[in-house]
């Protein structure tokens, strides 16, 4: 596998250099080589940071002095060294990993935010997905990721004189980003095949660089296909049912297959979302091809390495498709599996689903996964029991779905204050290891720094809010307040609450207008000012997400509040880079338990910046008055009573704001120094940060997930996989035979004795297991019974016993049979269960 640079930009021989790390995209978050590409191009870079446009928008005249400009090429040998080193040094993998070695990991997503330069992502889940690619090439963990390179990407925002979004889809010149062609031995571009109804469909791959990591997009932008299959790539999230199929499609099937024709055999498959779910599907088929397989045996050896990780908090927000269409575009492949079309729906549906249920992907990853996870622990039990019905008669707790808190990358969210702070507090590898090293409170720095550092990033982001405002027209707020609207009035040393999100109704980004005088009350007054800073884009078809917009344009274009309310048009990652270094107080006020994690507010930690928070995805573990404030309740109300929990919940942000955010804030010294909210900066900075950051998710996510599933995968091989295939078909089969004798308990002081008798008719007692199960506050104890002897006169019944601490009633214990053996990921791969009557 090789990649070459498109176009291939003539650049003199001294500053070949120059295109190697151009197209790394580490310059993103490692600003080292800041300083080599403003001096290639000033303007060019400043507004538009992406170092390739750069390289191809400088002048030959201009390149030719620097290749004769000795402190230009002193410069750019000194990048290239620290690259160099960078991919040379031992990395955390490479040293103190203790679990199962593995070479690589296929990461499948939608959306990728890595830079606003490579603009294929929308929000929260491309930015976890670019931020865990970075961490991951931090640490050394062997990840390629697998993508969509989109045409269009996501929408950009502008909005008019009367607070209406618009929106435009400019084009992605593929010339101008930090991409470059696939290209095989020969050189030539790599393009995979997909059979789709009548037609074939060709897709070209790009290859990306970030850090150590490779990321590899499939694009079907090829003059050779129909000009309607040109445009299946054309925009993230775009268009109706069909062409989200036909994305899916190309992302999980063209997206494997892609590894396949690339000789890459990645050891473990991670599904980021339900989307990316025909990614596993396809590996099923890959293994089938490969050993001689029936489905079933190649459905267990692939759903052995295989991560599922959902980031839905509702089951509205699962891709769900009409039966007739995924008929019609999977029939050939579900015949290549050798299975009828109604097996292959039936991954999607669930046992027993009506046959004319729509198509889950959600569903369909957790049909071929190994293992399951959500992003927090409160979405962790939200997708337990969103996904209880697919595991009827298991407890909720035990519905196979895990938690992983999300985390972000530090070094892409740090200013460049904050970034001096924390290398003279902890080194400047900090990020690149265990964290062992960052266990005290900022040691070093005293009250006085972390104050400084509050201020500078405060004064930076307001500099930066004036340029943007400046253009983005702020004469729109008319003549007489056009200071106001650019920023003018913009102050300082005054408090300043951000928050930017989608503008959507679970989100409720308008909660602080519930009471609209009551916050101009807040924002006015004269001796504790406070300003907000905002940003977001409702979805193009989300009407009601668009009407809140409008309703805070027009609350900000009010006399009374212009100049202490401002919205940044486009939210991209350069805003929110801008917000979350600058802002003092995050605010997010999502509907509870509908934010599966979020991850804005964990980006101010880094920079001294505080929360506000529902309680609720990520915040709902990190909150304690030590570190910041909350709203609310992880539970959140049912659904007759939102409009009760949204007025409970904006009188409580309302309180917090006027009797503890506010007063804290300008609570200060002698000196100027407010103490109290230095305190909490300390305790939110040292304590969360490394807590919630990328690197502990990466490292979470390879010792908890990647290692073990690599080893399991390992011990599966083909003779393995077509013995469990064989005994899981037995189990399902004659699972009905089972049935519980009598059950007798004999009680001590301490303990309860229980014998009970299980007619197992058939079954190969091995692969049962009996277990007394208790159920508290949610908590379900399994206690495990020992087969003895048979019943006497019978071949297929036997006693089991055992015996559990008498602190509860017996009464309060279920005797219960699941299958039984480690090779087996119950109830994922096998969700039989008999209870005691």
Known sequence: MSSGSYPPRAVPPALQGLVKLALDLRWSWHHGSDVLWR?????????????????????????????????????????????????????????????????????????????????????????????????????????????????????????????????????????????????????????VVLDFPGRRLSLRAWHGQVGRCE??????????????????????????????????????????????????????CHLNEGHTAFAALERVRSIQLETGLAFDAARLAARARTLFTTH????????????????????????????AMHELLALGQGDGADPDAPFNMAYLAMSLAGAANGVSEVHGRVSRQLMQHLYPRWPTSEVPIASVTNGVHTPSWDSPAADAL???????????????????????????????????????????????????HCEKGGADSAGAACGLDLDDEALIIGFARRFTEYKRPNLLLQDPERLVRILNDRSRPVQLVIAGKAHPRDQVGKDMLKQWIRFITRPDVIGRVVFIEDYDLQVAAAFVQGVDVWLNTPRSPWEACGTSGMKVLV????????????????????????????????????????????????????????????????????????ALMRESMSRLTPQFSANRMVREYTERFYGPLASGGARRTPEVARQLAAVVHGLRENWHRLRFGSVLVEHEAEHHHFHIQLHVDGLDPD??????????????????????????????AFNYHGAVPADRPSEHYTPRVVPAGESLHGPLELNLILWHH
């Open 39 to 191: 001096t290639l191009g000033e303007e060019t870079w400043e507004r538009v940071p992406n170092a390739w446009l750069v390289l191809n928008s400088v002048s030959d005249r201009r390149l030719k002095q620097l290749a004769e400009d000795p402190d230009f090429l002193g410069l750019l040998d000194r990048q290239l060294e620290a690259q160099a080193e960078f991919n040379r040094v031992p990395t955390w993998f490479s040293t103190d990993y203790q679990g199962c070695p593995f070479k690589a990991v296929a990461f499948f997503s939608m959306e990728y935010g890595v830079t606003e330069s490579l603009p294929i992502y929308s929000g929260g889940l491309g930015i976890l997905a670019g931020d865990l690619l970075k961490a991951s090439s931090d640490l050394g963990v062997p990840v390629i990721a697998v993508g969509l390179l989109y045409q269009q990407g996501y929408f950009r925002q502008s909005v008019n004189s009367d607070g209406d979004q618009l929106e435009f889809y400019p084009y992605n010149d593929p010339t101008m980003l930090p991409l470059s062609p696939l290209r095989d031995e020969h050189g030539e571009w790599v393009r």
């Open 215 to 268: 990321l590899l997009l499939l694009d079907s932008n090829d003059p050779i296909n129909e000009p309607g299959d040109r445009g299946i790539t054309s925009e993230l999230y775009g268009g109706g049912s069909e062409l989200r199929l036909q994305q899916e499609l190309v992302l999980g099937i063209g997206g494997w297959r892609l590894l396949q024709q690339l000789g890459i055999q990645p050891e473990v």
């Open 312 to 339: 839905t908090p509702v089951a509205a927000g699962f891709d769900r498709f009409p039966v007739e269409l995924v008929e019609r575009y999977l029939a050939p492949l579900a015949a290549e599996l050798g299975i």
């Open 422 to 472: 924390w290398t003279r507090a902890y080194g400047k590898n900090r990020w690149r290891g265990d964290l062992a090293a960052v266990d005290a409170a900022l040691p070093g720095i005293d009250d006085g720094e972390l104050w400084a550092l509050r201020n500078d990033n405060r004064r930076r982001l307001v500099a930066f809010l004036r340029r943007r405002l400046t253009l983005q």
């Open 607 to 678: 920079n001294g910046g505080l929360n506000l928070s529902q309680r609720d995805g990520w915040w709902a573990e990190a909150h304690d008055p030590a570190v910041g404030w909350s709203i609310g309740s992880p539970e959140g109300l049912p659904p007759g009573r939102i409009a009760e929990g949204d007025r409970a919940d904006a009188e409580e942000l309302y309180r917090r704001l006027e009797n503890e955010v506010v007063p804290s804030f300008y609570d200060t010294d002698a000196q100027g120094i407010p103490r109290a909210w230095v």
């Open 767 to 796: 692969w049962l297991k009996v277990e007394l199960v208790s159920e508290n506050d949610g908590v379900v104890r399994c206690e495990p019974l020992t087969r003895g002897e048979p019943l006497v006169g019978s071949e297929h």
